[in-house]
């Protein structure tokens, strides 16, 4: 009866590593849900007005073109001008390609016009995914906008 509970116990311990490595390479791999909670993730930096968390989810691309000081420093500047109202965004949906390594976020954005979509692509890189965004703030022609005002 002995070995049967130690048996028994075993089989549990088994059972409960294989889910537990099921569900992690299944985090790690691209899909839908990973890219929607990655996307999730960038709008809540967004929303909350935090560029030195933005940045961790911009494109490594986008990352090397500045660094994370320099990214706050511009997305203030930026944000600094008094027409700008407050960016709000809220995830409606994430289409992949096949594969799932790209695809695209679209976001309703919510304090600018109604019907306002904001559409940003999604790059799977190192086991995560990435968004091409805010590449006007991270190589300053930002400021080109504002020549034209």
């Given at each position: 009866?002995?070995?049967?509970?130690?048996?028994l116990?075993?089989a549990g311990?088994?059972?409960?590593?294989?889910?537990?490595?099921?569900?992690?390479?299944?985090?790690?791999?691209?899909?839908?849900?990973?890219?929607?909670?990655?996307?999730?993730?960038?709008a809540?930096?967004?929303?909350?007005?935090?560029p030195?968390?933005?940045?961790?989810?911009?494109?490594?691309?986008?990352?090397?073109?500045?660094?994370r000081?320099?990214?706050v420093?511009?997305?203030?500047?930026?944000?600094?001008y008094?027409?700008?109202?407050p960016?709000?965004i809220?995830?409606?949906?994430?289409?992949?390609?096949?594969?799932?390594?790209?695809?695209?976020?679209?976001?309703t954005?919510?304090?600018?016009?109604?019907?306002?979509?904001?559409?940003?692509?999604?790059?799977?890189?190192?086991?995560?995914?990435?968004i091409?965004a805010?590449?006007?703030?991270?190589?300053?022609?930002?400021?080109?906008?504002?020549?034209k005002?």
């Amino acid at each position: 009866m002995r070995s049967l509970k130690g048996g028994l116990r075993i089989a549990g311990v088994i059972m409960i590593g294989v889910l537990l490595l099921i569900g992690t390479v299944s985090w790690n791999s691209p899909g839908k849900a990973q890219a929607a909670a990655q996307a999730n993730r960038f709008a809540k930096a967004v929303n909350d007005n935090n560029p030195a968390d933005l940045y961790d989810y911009l494109l490594p691309e986008i990352q090397n073109q500045l660094s994370r000081e320099e990214f706050v420093q511009n997305f203030a500047h930026e944000r600094s001008y008094p027409y700008l109202t407050p960016l709000y965004i809220y995830l409606d949906e994430v289409d992949l390609a096949k594969g799932q390594k790209s695809g695209e976020a679209i976001f309703t954005v919510a304090s600018r016009l109604p019907g306002e979509k904001m559409k940003v692509k999604l790059a799977y890189v190192e086991g995560k995914y990435y968004i091409d965004a805010f590449r006007d703030v991270a190589d300053g022609s930002y400021i080109e906008k504002f020549k034209k005002l």
